[in-house]
């Protein structure tokens, strides 16, 4: 006659299913579960009181910058290319012209042309010796910054110029745009 004795590894796997099925495990197991949780939920809490306290603060560069004295400007466009803006000099008027491309914000170039041409912008006939173009999607304005070619929506735009009267340098000031006919004399 065959024995019928369990196999000694099928004897321990049974104890050991026993021993997790016991009352005293499971309520040690789900003691851990409602510990993990809790432990979770204060984190999640102590996260949140954490980032309360730390204010939402844009760390941006300020809209107004000293440029430098006006005798340092040479005649003709200064770009500033941290800024992106030119600066203007003609003579002792200033003036400064964005260089942000007004379809999706890139930088655009001046270009100076070789010959002077004259151009209706507005219903004046003007005389044009430099225009700026957009290296990604191929706009163009003149150089008053007038758009007439491409996808740009708007000309570019100009900002206001100062002296500032504690050392007399040139203040660009980004936040104020002005129209198209400011100058600044100095
Ligand atoms: S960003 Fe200048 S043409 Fe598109």
């Known amino acids: 006659m065959k024995s019928t004795k369990p196999f000694p590894e099928m004897k321990q796997a049974t104890k050991g299913s026993r021993a997790l099925e016991s009352p005293e495990s499971r309520r040690s197991w789900l003691r851990r579960?409602?510990?993990?949780?809790?432990?979770?939920?204060?984190?999640?809490?102590?996260?949140?009181?954490?980032?309360?306290?730390?204010?939402?603060?844009l760390y941006e560069e300020p809209q107004r910058f000293k440029a430098g004295l006006p005798d340092q400007f040479p005649e003709g466009a200064t770009f500033f290319e941290d800024r992106r803006v030119f600066v203007f000099r003609e003579q002792k008027t200033f003036y400064a012209v964005s260089a942000v491309c007004t379809h999706l914000g890139c930088t655009v170039k001046m270009i100076n042309l070789s010959q002077p041409k004259k151009v209706q912008i507005k219903g004046?006939?003007?005389?044009?010796?430099?225009?700026?173009?957009?290296?990604?999607?191929?706009?163009?304005?003149?150089?008053?910054g007038t758009n007439y070619a491409g996808p740009a929506p708007g000309p570019l735009a100009w900002y206001r110029l100062e002296v500032a009267p504690e050392?007399?340098?040139?203040?660009?000031?980004?936040?104020e745009?002005?129209?198209?006919?400011f100058r600044l004399t100095v």
Do not use: I
């Not at 579960?33 to 603060?57: D, K």
């Not at 745009?177 to 006919?181: D, G, H």
């Open 177 to 181: 745009r002005v129209s198209q006919s």
């Open 124 to 144: 004046r006939l003007v005389e044009e010796r430099r225009e700026f173009h957009c290296p990604c999607h191929g706009s163009k304005y003149y150089g008053d």
């Open 167 to 175: 050392d007399g340098q040139l203040v660009v000031d980004l936040s």
């Open 33 to 57: 579960l409602g510990l993990g949780a809790m432990l979770v939920a204060v984190a999640g809490q102590a996260y949140t009181l954490l980032r309360a306290l730390v204010p939402n603060v």
